[in-house]
Protein backbone atom coordinates (compact mmCIF):
# COMPACT_ATOMS: atom_id res chain seq x y z
CA UNK A 1 0.00 0.00 0.00
CA UNK A 2 1.23 3.36 -1.16
CA UNK A 3 2.22 5.29 2.01
CA UNK A 4 2.63 9.48 2.52
CA UNK A 5 4.98 12.12 4.56
CA UNK A 6 1.88 13.52 6.73
CA UNK A 7 2.49 16.92 8.28
CA UNK A 8 0.23 18.61 11.06
CA UNK A 9 0.44 21.99 11.19
CA UNK A 10 -0.41 23.18 15.04
CA UNK A 11 0.40 19.41 16.94
CA UNK A 12 0.85 20.85 20.09
CA UNK A 13 -2.84 22.22 20.26
CA UNK A 14 -6.12 20.60 20.95
CA UNK A 15 -6.98 19.56 17.84
CA UNK A 16 -3.59 19.10 16.57
CA UNK A 17 -2.99 16.49 19.44
CA UNK A 18 -6.13 14.99 18.24
CA UNK A 19 -4.95 14.65 14.92
CA UNK A 20 -1.87 12.70 15.62
CA UNK A 21 -3.86 10.33 17.93
CA UNK A 22 -6.37 9.77 14.98
CA UNK A 23 -3.83 9.14 12.32
CA UNK A 24 -2.46 6.40 14.87
CA UNK A 25 -5.84 5.00 15.66
CA UNK A 26 -7.33 4.53 12.12
CA UNK A 27 -4.32 3.14 10.99
CA UNK A 28 -3.48 5.78 8.55
CA UNK A 29 -0.36 4.97 5.81
CA UNK A 30 2.21 7.28 7.04
CA UNK A 31 5.72 7.04 6.12
CA UNK A 32 7.18 9.72 7.94
CA UNK A 33 4.74 12.20 10.55
CA UNK A 34 6.17 15.65 10.15
CA UNK A 35 5.19 18.55 13.15
CA UNK A 36 4.84 21.79 13.30
CA UNK A 37 4.05 24.66 15.97
CA UNK A 38 5.19 27.86 17.25
CA UNK A 39 8.17 29.09 19.05
CA UNK A 40 7.00 28.31 22.49
CA UNK A 41 7.05 24.35 21.53
CA UNK A 42 10.64 24.20 19.85
CA UNK A 43 11.91 20.85 21.23
CA UNK A 44 8.82 19.96 22.29
CA UNK A 45 8.21 15.85 21.72
CA UNK A 46 5.19 14.01 20.94
CA UNK A 47 4.44 10.14 20.53
CA UNK A 48 3.54 8.82 17.21
CA UNK A 49 3.59 5.04 17.28
CA UNK A 50 5.87 4.04 19.87
CA UNK A 51 8.50 6.92 18.28
CA UNK A 52 9.20 10.57 19.74
CA UNK A 53 8.76 13.13 17.23
CA UNK A 54 10.16 16.56 18.14
CA UNK A 55 8.18 19.69 16.65
CA UNK A 56 9.52 21.60 14.25
CA UNK A 57 9.02 25.85 14.20
CA UNK A 58 6.86 27.17 11.23
CA UNK A 59 8.88 29.79 10.28
CA UNK A 60 8.87 31.62 6.71
CA UNK A 61 11.99 30.42 4.85
CA UNK A 62 11.49 26.43 5.30
CA UNK A 63 10.84 24.46 1.93
CA UNK A 64 7.82 22.20 2.62
CA UNK A 65 8.92 19.80 0.12
CA UNK A 66 7.95 16.27 0.29
CA UNK A 67 5.22 16.56 2.33
CA UNK A 68 2.06 14.61 0.44
CA UNK A 69 -0.85 15.79 2.93
CA UNK A 70 -0.65 18.61 5.30
CA UNK A 71 -3.57 18.86 8.10
CA UNK A 72 -3.61 22.12 9.23
CA UNK A 73 -5.25 23.32 12.99
CA UNK A 74 -2.42 26.25 13.96
CA UNK A 75 -5.25 29.50 13.54
CA UNK A 76 -6.78 31.27 10.64
CA UNK A 77 -3.92 33.75 9.74
CA UNK A 78 -1.21 30.68 9.68
CA UNK A 79 -3.85 29.24 7.10
CA UNK A 80 -3.98 32.10 5.36
CA UNK A 81 -0.08 32.47 4.93
CA UNK A 82 1.15 28.85 5.10
CA UNK A 83 -1.48 26.72 3.48
CA UNK A 84 -0.46 28.07 0.21
CA UNK A 85 2.91 27.90 0.67
CA UNK A 86 2.48 24.28 1.33
CA UNK A 87 0.62 23.53 -1.33
CA UNK A 88 3.11 25.10 -4.01
CA UNK A 89 5.51 23.06 -2.50
CA UNK A 90 3.08 20.22 -3.43
CA UNK A 91 1.42 19.31 -0.22
CA UNK A 92 -2.17 19.06 -0.63
CA UNK A 93 -3.66 20.86 2.55
CA UNK A 94 -6.70 19.87 4.74
CA UNK A 95 -7.52 23.01 6.54
CA UNK A 96 -9.43 23.21 9.95
CA UNK A 97 -9.60 26.91 10.28
CA UNK A 98 -12.43 29.38 8.93
CA UNK A 99 -9.51 30.91 6.60
CA UNK A 100 -10.37 28.87 3.21
CA UNK A 101 -13.97 27.70 3.85
CA UNK A 102 -16.32 29.69 1.76
CA UNK A 103 -13.33 30.47 -1.08
CA UNK A 104 -15.35 29.24 -4.12
CA UNK A 105 -12.04 27.29 -5.23
CA UNK A 106 -11.53 25.06 -2.02
CA UNK A 107 -14.12 23.01 -1.14
CA UNK A 108 -15.72 22.20 1.98
CA UNK A 109 -16.35 18.64 2.45
CA UNK A 110 -17.80 16.07 5.14
CA UNK A 111 -17.47 12.65 4.10
CA UNK A 112 -20.68 11.51 4.60
CA UNK A 113 -22.18 14.69 2.90
CA UNK A 114 -20.38 15.24 0.16
CA UNK A 115 -17.65 13.00 -0.63
CA UNK A 116 -17.24 14.21 -4.04
CA UNK A 117 -16.10 17.14 -3.93
CA UNK A 118 -13.13 16.12 -2.23
CA UNK A 119 -12.27 16.29 -6.30
CA UNK A 120 -11.79 20.28 -5.68
CA UNK A 121 -8.72 20.27 -4.11
CA UNK A 122 -7.25 20.59 -7.98
CA UNK A 123 -7.82 23.87 -7.55
CA UNK A 124 -5.61 25.43 -4.91
CA UNK A 125 -4.42 22.42 -3.04
CA UNK A 126 -6.74 23.11 -0.28
CA UNK A 127 -9.78 21.41 1.91
CA UNK A 128 -11.34 23.21 3.63
CA UNK A 129 -12.73 20.95 7.33
CA UNK A 130 -16.03 22.77 8.30
CA UNK A 131 -16.83 24.46 11.53
CA UNK A 132 -17.31 21.75 14.32
CA UNK A 133 -20.67 22.76 14.99
CA UNK A 134 -21.89 22.48 11.10
CA UNK A 135 -20.28 19.35 10.78
CA UNK A 136 -22.57 17.47 13.56
CA UNK A 137 -25.34 19.70 12.24
CA UNK A 138 -25.12 18.27 8.08
CA UNK A 139 -24.37 14.76 9.07
CA UNK A 140 -27.60 14.24 10.53
CA UNK A 141 -29.50 16.72 7.47
CA UNK A 142 -28.36 14.69 5.54
CA UNK A 143 -31.25 11.69 5.17
CA UNK A 144 -33.81 13.92 6.09
CA UNK A 145 -32.68 15.90 2.81
CA UNK A 146 -32.29 13.09 0.84
CA UNK A 147 -35.86 12.02 1.39
CA UNK A 148 -37.21 15.58 1.72
CA UNK A 149 -35.46 18.87 0.72
CA UNK A 150 -34.83 20.92 3.50
CA UNK A 151 -36.66 24.37 3.40
CA UNK A 152 -35.20 25.63 6.96
CA UNK A 153 -32.96 24.63 10.13
CA UNK A 154 -33.41 27.02 13.06
CA UNK A 155 -30.19 25.54 15.39
CA UNK A 156 -28.83 26.31 19.46
CA UNK A 157 -25.69 24.83 20.48
CA UNK A 158 -24.35 24.11 23.63
CA UNK A 159 -20.31 23.97 22.98
CA UNK A 160 -17.75 22.35 25.00
CA UNK A 161 -15.10 24.81 26.17
CA UNK A 162 -12.32 22.40 23.80
CA UNK A 163 -13.51 23.42 20.88
CA UNK A 164 -11.92 27.14 21.89
CA UNK A 165 -8.17 25.27 22.95
CA UNK A 166 -6.08 24.14 25.07
CA UNK A 167 -6.05 27.34 27.40
CA UNK A 168 -9.72 26.86 27.19
CA UNK A 169 -9.42 23.86 28.90
CA UNK A 170 -7.85 24.70 31.88
CA UNK A 171 -9.52 27.75 32.50
CA UNK A 172 -12.97 26.01 33.09
CA UNK A 173 -10.48 23.60 35.08
CA UNK A 174 -8.76 26.66 37.28
CA UNK A 175 -12.26 28.22 37.51
CA UNK A 176 -14.15 25.26 38.57
CA UNK A 177 -11.32 24.52 41.00
CA UNK A 178 -11.21 28.19 42.97
CA UNK A 179 -14.81 28.05 43.35
CA UNK A 180 -14.91 24.40 44.73
CA UNK A 181 -12.11 25.12 47.21
CA UNK A 182 -13.90 28.80 47.88
CA UNK A 183 -11.02 30.84 46.41
CA UNK A 184 -11.27 34.05 44.94
CA UNK A 185 -12.29 33.57 40.55
CA UNK A 186 -9.76 33.83 38.58
CA UNK A 187 -10.24 36.55 36.04
CA UNK A 188 -11.25 34.80 32.69
CA UNK A 189 -8.53 35.54 29.79
CA UNK A 190 -9.85 33.09 26.94
CA UNK A 191 -13.94 33.61 27.46
CA UNK A 192 -14.89 37.29 27.65
CA UNK A 193 -17.09 36.08 30.77
CA UNK A 194 -16.84 33.52 33.51
CA UNK A 195 -17.23 29.86 32.40
CA UNK A 196 -17.51 27.44 35.40
CA UNK A 197 -21.73 27.66 36.31
CA UNK A 198 -21.97 29.52 33.40
CA UNK A 199 -23.44 29.79 29.69
CA UNK A 200 -22.17 32.37 27.07
CA UNK A 201 -23.84 32.79 24.32
CA UNK A 202 -21.10 34.43 22.25
CA UNK A 203 -18.93 32.49 20.46
CA UNK A 204 -15.92 34.02 17.97
CA UNK A 205 -16.78 37.91 17.27
CA UNK A 206 -19.65 39.74 16.91
CA UNK A 207 -20.67 41.21 13.31
CA UNK A 208 -22.48 44.32 12.11
CA UNK A 209 -25.27 41.84 11.62
CA UNK A 210 -25.61 41.58 15.43
CA UNK A 211 -24.99 37.48 15.11
CA UNK A 212 -21.18 36.07 16.14
CA UNK A 213 -19.11 34.61 13.31
CA UNK A 214 -19.59 31.12 14.53
CA UNK A 215 -23.64 31.17 14.18
CA UNK A 216 -22.57 32.51 10.39
CA UNK A 217 -20.15 29.75 9.85
CA UNK A 218 -23.27 27.30 10.76
CA UNK A 219 -25.51 29.12 8.10
CA UNK A 220 -22.97 29.88 5.22
CA UNK A 221 -21.30 26.09 5.48
CA UNK A 222 -24.84 24.23 6.03
CA UNK A 223 -25.64 26.09 2.26
CA UNK A 224 -21.91 25.08 0.69
CA UNK A 225 -22.03 21.55 2.08
CA UNK A 226 -25.48 20.64 1.13
CA UNK A 227 -24.84 21.70 -2.07
CA UNK A 228 -28.41 24.41 -1.36
CA UNK A 229 -28.05 27.76 -1.38
CA UNK A 230 -32.16 27.87 -0.87
CA UNK A 231 -31.94 26.30 2.76
CA UNK A 232 -32.59 29.25 5.33
CA UNK A 233 -30.90 28.45 8.24
CA UNK A 234 -30.45 30.28 11.33
CA UNK A 235 -28.31 30.23 14.69
CA UNK A 236 -27.73 30.86 18.27
CA UNK A 237 -24.65 29.65 19.03
CA UNK A 238 -23.50 28.89 23.16
CA UNK A 239 -20.49 27.77 25.08
CA UNK A 240 -21.25 25.80 28.20
CA UNK A 241 -19.38 24.50 30.73
CA UNK A 242 -19.00 21.12 29.23
CA UNK A 243 -15.10 19.71 28.74
CA UNK A 244 -15.71 17.97 25.59
CA UNK A 245 -18.86 17.40 23.00
CA UNK A 246 -21.04 19.76 21.53
CA UNK A 247 -24.71 19.06 21.82
CA UNK A 248 -27.59 20.88 19.50
CA UNK A 249 -31.50 21.77 19.80
CA UNK A 250 -32.06 21.61 15.95
CA UNK A 251 -35.01 22.41 14.60
CA UNK A 252 -36.00 21.28 10.73
CA UNK A 253 -38.71 22.47 8.12
CA UNK A 254 -38.98 20.00 5.18
CA UNK A 255 -40.84 20.34 1.83
CA UNK A 256 -42.75 17.20 2.64
CA UNK A 257 -43.93 15.30 5.73
CA UNK A 258 -41.44 13.07 7.60
CA UNK A 259 -42.82 11.30 10.35
CA UNK A 260 -40.57 10.66 13.70
CA UNK A 261 -40.99 7.30 13.03
CA UNK A 262 -39.64 7.34 9.29
CA UNK A 263 -36.77 10.12 10.79
CA UNK A 264 -35.79 8.07 13.35
CA UNK A 265 -35.18 5.36 10.39
CA UNK A 266 -33.63 7.55 7.80
CA UNK A 267 -31.39 8.53 10.76
CA UNK A 268 -30.38 5.48 12.18
CA UNK A 269 -29.04 3.81 8.97
CA UNK A 270 -27.10 6.57 7.86
CA UNK A 271 -23.25 5.81 7.98
CA UNK A 272 -21.81 7.80 10.53
CA UNK A 273 -25.04 8.34 13.01
CA UNK A 274 -26.00 6.26 16.12
CA UNK A 275 -29.56 7.46 17.07
CA UNK A 276 -30.42 6.84 20.88
CA UNK A 277 -33.52 7.56 21.24
CA UNK A 278 -35.84 5.66 24.21
CA UNK A 279 -37.00 8.57 26.48
CA UNK A 280 -38.77 6.28 28.63
CA UNK A 281 -35.50 4.79 30.06
CA UNK A 282 -33.82 8.22 29.84
CA UNK A 283 -31.86 7.27 27.00
CA UNK A 284 -31.13 10.19 24.88
CA UNK A 285 -27.13 11.49 23.61
CA UNK A 286 -25.10 13.00 26.46
CA UNK A 287 -22.21 14.52 26.06
CA UNK A 288 -19.58 12.82 28.75
CA UNK A 289 -21.29 9.45 27.19
CA UNK A 290 -20.32 10.31 23.60
CA UNK A 291 -16.47 12.03 24.54
CA UNK A 292 -14.11 9.74 22.57
CA UNK A 293 -16.05 8.86 20.14
CA UNK A 294 -16.06 9.45 16.37
CA UNK A 295 -20.16 8.98 15.45
CA UNK A 296 -22.84 11.94 15.21
CA UNK A 297 -25.18 10.84 17.69
CA UNK A 298 -28.92 11.82 17.53
CA UNK A 299 -31.66 12.20 20.17
CA UNK A 300 -35.25 13.16 21.10
CA UNK A 301 -36.37 12.81 17.23
CA UNK A 302 -40.31 13.87 17.11
CA UNK A 303 -42.51 16.03 14.97
CA UNK A 304 -42.17 20.18 15.57
CA UNK A 305 -46.48 20.05 16.17
CA UNK A 306 -46.01 23.84 15.51
CA UNK A 307 -45.69 23.25 11.89
CA UNK A 308 -46.78 20.95 9.54
CA UNK A 309 -43.50 19.49 8.31
CA UNK A 310 -41.35 20.08 10.74
CA UNK A 311 -38.96 17.80 13.42
CA UNK A 312 -36.58 18.80 16.23
CA UNK A 313 -33.48 16.90 16.90
CA UNK A 314 -31.22 16.68 19.62
CA UNK A 315 -27.51 16.13 18.22
CA UNK A 316 -24.59 15.27 19.95
CA UNK A 317 -20.71 14.77 19.03
CA UNK A 318 -17.12 14.67 20.17
CA UNK A 319 -16.08 18.01 18.31
CA UNK A 320 -12.74 16.84 18.73
CA UNK A 321 -12.69 14.22 16.97
CA UNK A 322 -16.26 13.96 14.52
CA UNK A 323 -15.81 18.10 14.86
CA UNK A 324 -12.13 18.00 14.24
CA UNK A 325 -9.53 15.92 13.89
CA UNK A 326 -11.61 12.72 12.62
CA UNK A 327 -13.44 14.73 9.80
CA UNK A 328 -9.95 16.26 8.20
CA UNK A 329 -8.40 12.57 8.65
CA UNK A 330 -11.35 10.95 6.99
CA UNK A 331 -10.42 13.10 4.24
CA UNK A 332 -7.14 12.70 3.97
CA UNK A 333 -8.02 8.41 3.87
CA UNK A 334 -10.28 9.90 0.12
CA UNK A 335 -7.40 11.26 -0.58
CA UNK A 336 -4.67 8.86 -0.17
CA UNK A 337 -7.41 6.06 -1.26
CA UNK A 338 -9.08 7.67 -4.37
CA UNK A 339 -6.60 10.87 -5.39
CA UNK A 340 -2.95 10.67 -4.89
P1 LIG B 1 -4.92 25.45 20.58
O1 LIG B 1 -5.10 24.32 21.51
O2 LIG B 1 -4.79 26.83 21.12
O3 LIG B 1 -3.66 25.13 19.63
C1 LIG B 1 -3.16 26.05 18.72
C2 LIG B 1 -2.04 25.41 17.91
O4 LIG B 1 -1.59 26.36 16.93
C3 LIG B 1 -0.83 25.06 18.76
O5 LIG B 1 -0.18 23.92 18.23
C4 LIG B 1 0.04 26.29 18.58
O6 LIG B 1 1.41 26.04 18.80
C5 LIG B 1 -0.20 26.58 17.11
N1 LIG B 1 0.17 27.95 16.79
C6 LIG B 1 -0.32 29.09 17.33
N2 LIG B 1 0.34 30.16 16.83
C7 LIG B 1 1.26 29.68 15.97
C8 LIG B 1 2.27 30.27 15.16
N3 LIG B 1 2.45 31.59 15.13
N4 LIG B 1 3.05 29.47 14.41
C9 LIG B 1 2.89 28.13 14.45
N5 LIG B 1 1.97 27.50 15.20
C10 LIG B 1 1.16 28.26 15.94
O7 LIG B 1 -6.13 25.54 19.56
P2 LIG B 1 -6.99 24.35 18.88
O8 LIG B 1 -8.25 24.19 19.60
O9 LIG B 1 -6.13 23.16 18.66
O10 LIG B 1 -7.38 25.01 17.50
C11 LIG B 1 -6.44 25.31 16.52
C12 LIG B 1 -7.16 25.85 15.31
O11 LIG B 1 -7.92 24.80 14.71
C13 LIG B 1 -8.17 26.97 15.62
O12 LIG B 1 -7.56 28.22 15.64
C14 LIG B 1 -9.18 26.81 14.53
O13 LIG B 1 -8.82 27.55 13.39
C15 LIG B 1 -9.13 25.34 14.22
N6 LIG B 1 -10.24 24.62 14.88
C16 LIG B 1 -11.14 24.07 14.08
C17 LIG B 1 -12.19 23.39 14.60
C18 LIG B 1 -13.21 22.84 13.69
O14 LIG B 1 -14.34 23.04 13.94
N7 LIG B 1 -12.91 22.15 12.64
C19 LIG B 1 -12.34 23.25 15.96
C20 LIG B 1 -11.41 23.81 16.79
C21 LIG B 1 -10.37 24.51 16.21
P3 LIG B 1 2.10 26.39 20.24
O15 LIG B 1 1.68 25.29 21.16
O16 LIG B 1 3.56 26.35 19.90
O17 LIG B 1 1.60 27.71 20.67
C1 LIG C 1 -12.66 27.28 15.89
O1 LIG C 1 -7.09 31.97 14.57
C2 LIG C 1 -8.30 32.05 14.69
O2 LIG C 1 -8.91 33.12 14.60
C3 LIG C 1 -9.05 30.76 14.92
C4 LIG C 1 -10.40 30.93 15.50
C5 LIG C 1 -11.16 29.62 15.58
C6 LIG C 1 -11.83 29.07 14.48
C7 LIG C 1 -11.66 29.67 13.13
O3 LIG C 1 -12.29 30.68 12.82
O4 LIG C 1 -10.87 29.10 12.36
C8 LIG C 1 -11.24 28.97 16.81
C9 LIG C 1 -11.97 27.81 16.96
C10 LIG C 1 -12.59 27.90 14.64
C11 LIG C 1 -13.36 27.31 13.52
O5 LIG C 1 -13.36 26.08 13.40
O6 LIG C 1 -14.01 28.03 12.76
Known amino acids: MKEFTVAVVGATGAVGRMMIQVLEERDFPVKELRLFASERSRGVKI ?25 FSAGASRSLEFAPKFAADGAVVVDNSSAWRMDPEVPLVVPEVNPHAVAGYKRKGIIANPNCSTIQ ?50 EPKVFPHQIAFNCLPHIDVFLENGYTKEEMKMVNETKKIMEDETIAVTATTVRVPVFYGH ?31 DPENKKYPLQIEIAGRDEVFVGRIREDESIENGLNLWVVADNLRKGAATNAVQIAEILAEKYL
Open 47 to 71: PFKGEDITVEVLSEQKSFAGIDIAL
Open 247 to 277: AEAVNVETKEKITAQKARELLATFPGIVVID
Open 137 to 186: MVVALKPLYDESPIKRVVVSTYQAVSGAGQKAIQELMDQTRAWCQGENMP
